[in-house]
């Protein structure tokens, strides 16, 4: 295994081997029913309602797919997590161990452990929900595995970390709506009460017509690990998988994702085409960029930039902008007219002593988990999962852009031949490279 450049064999811009990719975008892009119908949204709750039991399983025991599973089990009553599954023993024996600091014991024999724990787990005939939360690179299969197994379903964005897996995703969220498998996905934002009402307003005109946007994610670095004496390839990439594209989808995806869905979600649309830059000078890593600017084109005038990036020691911040023809917003709670006054405010209400409160009192990485329960258990229906799909399609697009220098539509990356990672999943070593990508070409003298 070696991070030296070998580009032919991980970067996708050839012709695609997928005939007709035109029509194969036009008859795959429907939106599902994701919401109520008769209010546009699900209601905000202050927790899940009572009803059945519902056990769910945790696929991926990391420290975002336990803090997940304790999100589920915190939204409301009668809700248990009754098995676990993990290529690592370590991560199970973790997860367990927290939950039984609650006094949430997770029997060990539905505990199972490498690369076909989850399969194991998801063929479980008690169970109701399956927590998908392991690195992206494996969310289709498991997805997929799941609704064939007619299991409900929360995962993880971003839902792929390359064209194959977004496909792979889309046909499994209509397969899911074909047979009323309900699925909710980790863009929070669009279950947030604060974010919601802003939507609404902008939707109805508050701010005209929208004509730029902006997404951004700034922060110091994330966690990384370096190699260690006995680890062989497949461990250190798995151990490291955040540093990793095939696995994480660099961060663009990983946290940039969840701006650059609000901005479709508001514009309404995903955009047609990106270009990009960005670059490398701080990580001691993986094969990944250190920041990202993307500029997207939604067609008709209208474009938005994304920026993200991961370094110490700069100027941080997350969040978002959408500029119409008679305003803007910061599309979390507050419009604004052109000249900056406010025209618009969420209230967040009052305290116990009556003091203005400045945020919401149920996390948004509850309230999904909340909707999903409330789905189940009421009947109405919701399928976030080809919007998640598509806004993960639109970072892919931003994130090719920046790695080749090329303006990159987006009927090339929907269509794409691109499946990144080993063919083969397997502990040992991994006959790959896995080069960090280099835009463009050398100039001469």
Not at 39 to 57: K, M, N, W
Not at 365 to 392: C, F, P, W
Not at 416 to 424: C, E, N, R
Request: charged share 25%; glycine share 10%; with cysteine.
């Amino acid at each position: 295994m070696t991070e030296q450049h070998n580009i032919d064999r991980r970067r996708f811009l050839e012709a695609t081997a997928l005939a007709g990719a035109g029509i194969l975008g036009v008859n795959m892009l429907s939106s599902c029913s994701r919401r109520n119908a008769a209010q546009g949204f699900f209601p905000i709750l202050t927790g899940a309602p009572a009803g059945r039991e519902l056990r769910a399983g945790l696929v991926g025991a990391g420290n975002r797919g336990t803090g997940a599973a304790l999100n589920f089990i915190s939204c409301g009553p009668d809700l248990k997590i009754v098995a676990l599954a993990d290529v690592f023993q370590d991560k199970i024996d973790a997860c367990r161990k927290r939950f039984e600091s609650y006094n949430r014991p997770i029997p060990e024999e539905n505990c199972f452990v490498g690369f076909d724990a989850y399969k194991k787990l998801i063929a479980m005939s008690d169970l109701d929900v399956v927590i998908l939360a392991t690195p992206a690179k494996f969310r289709p299969e498991h997805f997929k595995e799941a609704v064939m197994q007619k299991k409900h379903v929360f995962m993880e964005k971003p839902v792929a970390v390359d064209s194959v897996g977004v496909r792979s995703i889309i046909a499994t969220a209509k397969k899911a709506e074909a047979v009323g498998l309900n699925v909710v996905t980790g863009t929070q934002r669009r279950h947030q009460e604060d974010y919601i009402e802003t939507y609404k307003r902008v939707a109805d005109g508050a701010i005209g017509q929208i004509t730029a946007a902006k997404a951004f994610w700034n922060q110091s670095h994330v966690w990384f690990r370096t190699r260690e004496e006995g680890w062989d390839d497949m461990t250190y990439f798995l151990r490291n998988w955040n540093s990793f594209c095939w696995l994480g989808g660099d961060h663009i995806l990983d946290s940039n994702i969840h701006n650059i869905d609000v901005v479709n979600w508001f514009i309404g649309r995903h955009p047609d085409s990106a270009i990009g830059y960005g670059g490398r000078a701080r990580r001691l890593t993986g094969d990944q960029f250190d920041f990202f600017s993307v500029d997207y084109d939604f067609g008709n005038g209208v474009c938005s930039h994304a920026m993200c990036r991961q370094i110490d020691n700069c100027a941080n911040g997350t969040g978002e902008l959408v500029i119409g023809t008679k305003g803007y917003t910061n599309c979390i709670n507050t419009i604004y007219n052109l000249d900056g006054t406010v025209k618009w405010q969420f209230d967040y209400g009052k305290d116990a002593n009556g003091q203005p409160l400045s945020q919401l009192q149920i996390p948004s990485y509850v309230q999904e988990h909340m909707h999903l329960v409330y789905a189940i258990r009421k009947g109405k229906y919701i399928n976030d999962a080809e919007e998640t799909a598509l806004s993960t399609l639109t970072a892919i697009m931003g994130r090719e852009a920046a790695y080749t220098g090329r303006k990159i539509s987006w009927d090339e990356i929907f269509a794409a031949d691109m499946d990144l990672g080993p063919k083969v999943m397997q502990f040992g070593p991994v006959d790959m490279e896995f080069p960090i990508p280099v835009p463009g070409t050398q100039h001469r003298e």
